[in-house]
């Protein structure tokens, strides 16, 4: 019924999002020809794993964003700047502390010139159905996380949107609450007691977007673009535990962990990476920390990947960057949704401290050319020294200001570990590390 | 009959705004009364009034609460204009990036030109201007006040705006909220704490130049405008020693009312919109904030302009953008990089024709020897500065620091050292006149320490501030590990208060500057005591109305204190963010 709708409330034709380098201004691609109808009736949630480009997506639908290529139609009408069926619930509330409830959720009404009373009236609709009643006078910060967003889910509705759009609307919040609040917004939503006619969701939680949505489309990163689809046609309420909820969640950890033909940013399968790959932030007690669990309790040091995710309670995002990190250092392998430790893993795992440095280090030079290419540097250099804007300014020929510091700033953690790089952060000077652990760079 | 004509407006009036409760009594005359005081006040401002006029000014105490509340008016006047300036000025700079890149320099000269050195200049076209009326004296010290508070206000609301959260300025724009809305509902109120905050020190800052500028000369002619400056200048020209002291005690009157009305509800006031609340601050207080918040007919008639508002804003046309302005704006996106290398050069061309200009003016009247000499007066000052905040850091970090790390003594004398802070130290010259005189002592010496009399508390209290703020599992940690007094100093305190102590080191040594101007020259009735420098150039050349020689002095000055923010205060500041900074 819902496709058979001609126009699509929300259409997305070619979209594509990219800034200019630093240095070089290359353009730097973080979304890449998005086509997405959304029609009505339906709850459509986007998942990925973090640098997927998801959040500014969402930005790019409701008119904060420009896209530099592509164009987004409401209702066939292209979307030039916020529009008025269009509303958005933030991951961080975003509500205004010195506002009152009533007078944030009255906000964007008082935006349109809406005359008080009607105001009133209609924030007092929202906030009875929303469940805020008897709150209306106090200050956000007099809140709780779930009662803040529920001011924030409040402050979109009253609007009467057609679509609502929620970046990870739920994950600032606690298990209990988050889980209650997308029960209520389910029963608000399938009773027809709002007039939202579609809801668009960014989520980095499996569960939570097969809980709510239709559809769920898996993002692939650097850059961002469709993966794959997965339609969901379970009845609300959706039981977690059931064997075909499972299956879901099961076929998306496969499209997440198949390589998408020609992509750098899908699994790293052995082969080199450039020297501006944008590294993963992983710590290396959170690598050594996969590998041991892996070691322990994994079926001959391998598991599936969802496993690993819920006995290690870790989220999409860092799971999938635990993952990158270990593939890209050769310590694990990824295929068909399993992880499985290489024989190197292994030894690393077996290994004391020293012996599991030298590994690292021996990796680290081989496998991230950026690690390799600053010892070089050094090693050229009669005191083994040299400015970090020195390294910071050919990354900066590839990616932005503030991606090149952070990738520079993981290479630098790890290469510490390994001990083969010393980092002076007042001088903000490179080194190299202790000799006798120095590979042959 | 009468009863019920008498009983009719009562009645309209209490459904209008309530019945009055038990705070009503004191909070309504209190308001009334401000009222009335501000209106008869102000109109005293701009009786007619012709250069040479003698106003009538006496030394009997009766009359210095006028002249305090003179003195006050100006202060108001002065903080009212700092704000329309600020929130226009430094708008604008946060909004529009080609005004940004001159209106921020411009502030940050600005801010390091002494104010006093100019008075003199902008006074005659004061008088002008408002030809023949009080106004123009008036003008040119409320100008004085202005540009001791505005430069400061005008940064901290800039920076404020340029922190605006993202997520929250884009939830404005989602909203669809006007610029204008965006403006009073988010902007403002982000700004808003820091904003108070900084209008607060300003203000105390502003004393001292109220109290310097309401006496001035003029083409041989001395103004002496009524104000407990004033007071001050005629007792020291009679010598009259009892008048100071009332001068003081009035003073000290003054700046605790203006305090405990103005500022302290205004900073209670301010904490609702702060954006996030630290753990270790504790809520500001105000007797005055909580009186007119629980009085019921008070806070109706707060709601009033609220009313008015509602009723008015569906009338006012909601603003269309015109068609040439959208083109206008097309044609500027579309040619950014050739408008913005035509506003280079432009700028660049502005700068230099003004910089020859004045380099023209000056030298027709004063020979390049003169100006080597005046760059050696800057030396002399410098030198006096850089050795009195050193002084006074010696002193007062240690008593801070004590201060600070008890909470219970830190909340008794803090307040204390933001008074004294207030308080115009140049209300003390003349004692110190009198003690140099008595002892036959060195001038060149003694003189000296006159200069940070006011500016050192900002030391005092900054320091405090930090003291304060020390987490307790730190200095916990340094106990348990049984740290010696010095190591305990080197490695936990004095890393800890660093950043405050740049901060008020750098307004205590900007004061010093500015206070060099009063305090190299000291009178006291005939007796005239002068230290060699820059400020009694400036003063000296001020008194002989020669302006070629008092806009060379200013510059230079300017030039000085320039170089050190630059080369000194800013590295440190850096610095002491990035390595001291206690939010990891």
């Known amino acids: 019924m819902n496709e058979s709708s001609p126009t699509p409330l929300l259409d997305l034709r070619g979209v594509g999002q990219s800034y200019p380098a630093a240095e070089s201004g290359v353009r730097v691609k973080i979304l890449e020809d998005i086509n997405l109808a959304v029609h009505e009736g339906e709850i459509v949630a986007i998942l990925g794993r973090s640098g997927c480009g998801k959040s500014t997506l969402l930005r790019i639908m409701c008119g904060l964003i420009e896209p530099s290529a592509g164009t987004v139609l409401y209702r066939g009408t292209p979307v030039t700047g916020p529009a008025a069926g269009i509303s958005m619930v933030f991951q961080s509330f975003a509500l205004f502390p010195w506002l009152t409830v009533l007078q944030n959720v009255t906000l964007g009404l008082e935006a349109r010139g809406v005359e008080e009373g009607e105001r009133n009236r209609r924030a007092d609709e929202v906030i009875e159905m929303i469940g805020l009643s008897g709150y209306e006078s106090a200050y956000p910060k007099e809140l709780s996380g779930g009662m803040r967003q529920r001011v924030g889910f409040a402050r979109a509705l009253v609007v009467d949107p057609d679509v609502l759009l929620m970046d990870e609307a739920f994950s600032a919040l606690d298990v209990p609450t988050a889980e209650s609040l997308r029960a209520d917004l389910l029963d608000l939503w399938s009773e027809r007691l709002i007039p939202t006619q579609a809801i668009v969701m960014v989520s980095h939680s499996i569960e939570e977007a097969l809980f709510l949505a239709d559809r769920v489309l898996v993002f692939d990163s650097n850059p961002g673009r469709v993966k794959d689809e997965v339609r969901v046609t379970l009845k609300h309420p959706r039981d977690r535990e059931s064997a075909s909820f499972r299956a879901l969640v099961e076929r998306i950890y496969g499209i997440m962990t198949t390589a998408a033909a020609g992509s750098a940013g899908g699994a790293v399968h052995g082969g080199r990476v450039g020297l501006a790959y944008r590294l993963p932030e992983v710590s290396v007690a959170q690598v050594s920390g996969v590998l041991e669990q892996l070691d322990q309790s994994g079926d001959h040091g391998g598991a599936e990947l969802s496993e690993l995710a819920e006995e290690m309670h870790l989220d999409l995002d860092t799971l999938f960057a635990i993952v990158e990190a270990l593939e890209l250092l050769g310590l694990a392998h990824v295929a068909e949704r399993r992880i499985r430790m290489t024989r190197v893993g292994k030894v690393f795992v077996d290994g004391d401290q020293q012996q599991r440095r030298r590994i690292f280090a021996e990796h680290l030079v081989r496998r991230v050319p950026l690690v390799a290419h600053i010892l070089r540097v050094l090693d050229e250099r009669p005191q083994r020294r040299a400015p970090e804007e020195r390294f910071l300014r050919e990354l900066e020929d590839r990616l932005s200001e503030q991606e090149s510091e952070r990738v520079l700033s993981v290479v630098i953690q790890w290469a510490r570990y390994a001990e083969l790089l010393d980092y002076d952060y007042d001088a903000g000077v490179l080194s190299m590390g202790s000799p006798d652990v120095q590979q042959g760079a | ?584």
């Open chain 2, 1 to 584: 009959m009468p009863h019920v004509r008498l009983d009719a407006p009562v009645r309209a009036a209490r459904a209008l705004f309530g019945a009055p409760n038990r705070w009503d009594l004191v909070a309504i005359p209190l308001v009334l009364g401000l009222l009335f005081v501000l209106s008869w006040g102000t109109r005293q401002m701009a009786v007619p009034y012709h250069l040479g006029e003698a106003l009538p000014l006496s030394l009997d105490p009766r009359h210095l609460p006028y002249y305090a509340l003179r003195t006050t008016l100006r202060m108001v006047a002065a903080m009212v204009l700092s704000l329309l300036f600020t929130f226009t000025y430094a708008t604008f700079a946060a909004k529009s990036r080609r005004a940004e890149a001159l209106l921020i320099p411009i502030l940050d000269v600005l801010q390091s030109v002494p104010i006093l050195g100019f008075l003199s200049i902008t006074v005659v076209g004061f008088i002008h201007l408002f030809h023949g009326s009080l106004l123009g004296p008036e003008a040119a010290a409320v100008f004085a006040i202005f540009t001791s508070q505005a430069w400061n206000m005008a940064f901290s609301f800039y920076h404020s705006l340029k922190m605006v959260p993202k997520d929250l300025s884009q939830a404005a724009h989602l909203f669809r909220l006007s610029s204008w809305q965006r403006f009073w509902k988010l902007e403002v109120p982000f700004a808003l704490p820091s904003l108070v905050w900084n209008a607060m020190m300003s203000a105390s800052g502003g004393w001292f130049f109220v109290v310097a500028s309401e006496a001035i000369s003029v083409a041989g002619h001395h103004i002496f405008l009524p104000g407990v400056g004033s007071y001050i200048a005629l007792a020291i020209e009679h010598k009259d020693l009892t008048a100071i002291g009332y001068a003081i005690a009035a003073m000290f009157v003054v700046i605790f009312l203006y305090d405990q009305l103005l500022f302290r509800p205004l900073v209670a006031w301010s904490e609702r919109f702060r954006f996030e609340a630290l753990a270790s601050d504790t809520p500001s207080e105000s007797w005055v904030l909580t009186l007119l918040r629980r009085a019921v007919v008070m806070r109706r008639v707060a709601r009033i302009p609220a009313l008015i508002r509602r009723r008015l804003v569906p009338v006012l046309p909601r603003r269309a953008e015109s068609a040439p302005l959208v083109l206008l704006r097309h044609f500027i996106r579309r040619e950014e990089r050739l408008l913005t290398r035509l506003w280079r050069y432009g700028l660049i061309i502005a700068v230099s024709a003004l910089s020859i200009g004045f380099a023209r003016y000056v030298t027709a009247a004063v020979s390049y020897r003169e100006i080597g000499d005046v760059f050696l007066y800057g030396a002399a000052t410098a030198a006096r500065v850089v050795v009195l905040v050193a002084l006074a850091s010696l002193i007062w970090v240690p008593v801070g620091v004590w201060v600070g790390e008890r909470p219970r003594v830190a909340r008794a004398v803090q307040p204390l050292a933001q008074f004294l802070a207030a308080f115009p130290a140049n209300l003390l010259f003349p004692l110190a006149v009198m003690g140099i005189v008595h002892y036959h002592l060195n001038v060149q010496i003694w003189l000296s320490p006159l200069m940070i009399l006011g500016t050192q508390w900002y030391i005092l209290f900054n320091v405090i501030a930090g003291a304060s703020l020390l987490p307790g599992d730190l200095r916990e940690i340094a106990r348990n590990l049984g740290l010696g007094r010095w190591q305990r100093w080197r490695r936990l305190i004095l890393p800890a208060i660093f950043p405050s102590f740049v901060t008020g080191g750098l307004t205590a040594f900007g004061g010093a500057w500015n206070a060099s101007v009063v305090a190299e020259v000291v009178n006291w009735g005939n007796t005239q005591l002068t230290a060699t420098g820059l400020g009694a150039y400036i003063a000296q050349q001020t008194a002989a109305g020669d302006h070629p020689r008092v806009a060379l002095g200013i510059v230079v000055m300017s030039l000085y204190v320039l170089v050190f923010n630059r080369f000194v205060w800013r590295p440190l500041h850096r610095y002491a963010e990035e390595r001291f900074s206690l939010g990891g």
